[in-house]
């Protein structure tokens, strides 16, 4: 079972600034299956990111996504007050488990 | 438009059972797998269950297999989820979601969830 990693696990930032967020997996991952979510308070997650670089349709140029083998980032190039929210990274492989992190909560500093 | 809504959510005793289900609108419900997510209280994201688009394979978490059944129809374009022998511990909001397999793997669509309280 590939154990997913992310940290930190709270990030405290301002508007403007520039927010990393990381996602390590125990074991490599083929990047075509590594994915990002945002989840805001009483909502359901929000596709950000798939194959672990490439933004879903209506995501902002602000979010992008890097990363390869164990070691996974989404950036968010200044920040917006809509940003501040939970992010879940999650491997979406071709075998189950399909594992997400634990989450970073993105909050207002 | 592409839409999800879970049903069957509620407050059941520890060891009743349940059955989750989720109506699909705005596409081709029988080309796409489809997985159960759920979140406990306060806490992350966790992955139930998955049903290939055409109902031939499935596969469970360790935490619900041999309780919990995945099934779907596709003439009523509804994804259930059967949970038997409920614990605490499947106190969640249950989560049906689309996903997609092609050159990318991903989760695209999210239903708003139905909540589960196992509870004596």
């Known amino acids: 079972e590939i154990v997913l990693t992310q940290s930190p696990g709270t990030l405290s930032l301002s508007p403007g600034e520039r927010a990393t967020l990381s996602c390590r997996a125990s074991?490599?991952?083929?990047?075509?299956?590594l994915v990002w979510y945002q989840q805001k308070p009483g909502q359901a997650p929000r596709l950000l990111i798939y194959?672990?670089?490439s933004r879903a349709t209506g995501i902002p140029d602000r979010f992008s996504g890097s990363g390869s083998g164990t070691d996974f980032t989404l950036t968010i190039t200044s920040l917006e007050p809509e940003d501040f929210a939970l992010y879940y990274c999650?491997?979406?492989?071709?075998?189950?488990?399909?594992?997400f992190g634990q989450g970073t909560k993105l909050e207002i500093k | 438009q592409v839409q999800l809504v879970e049903s069957g959510g509620g407050v059941v005793q520890p060891g009743r059972s349940l059955r989750l289900s989720c109506t699909a609108s705005g596409f081709t419900f029988s080309s796409y797998a489809m997985h159960w997510v759920r979140q406990a209280p306060g806490k992350g994201l966790e992955w139930v269950a998955l049903i290939s688009y055409d109902g031939s394979n499935k596969y469970y978490a360790d935490s619900v297999k041999g309780r919990f059944t995945v099934s779907r129809d596709s003439s009523k374009n509804t994804l259930y989820l059967q949970m038997n022998s409920l614990r605490a511990e499947d106190t969640a909001v249950y989560y049906c979601?689309?996903?997609?397999?092609?050159?990318?793997?991903?989760?695209?669509?999210w239903g708003k969830g139905t909540t589960v309280t196992v509870s004596s």
């Open positions: 999650q491997q979406c492989g071709a075998s189950p488990p399909y594992s």
């Open positions: 074991q490599s991952i083929n990047s075509r299956y």
């Open positions: 979601v689309r996903y997609v397999q092609g050159y990318y793997y991903y989760v695209d669509v």
């Open positions: 194959g672990a670089s």
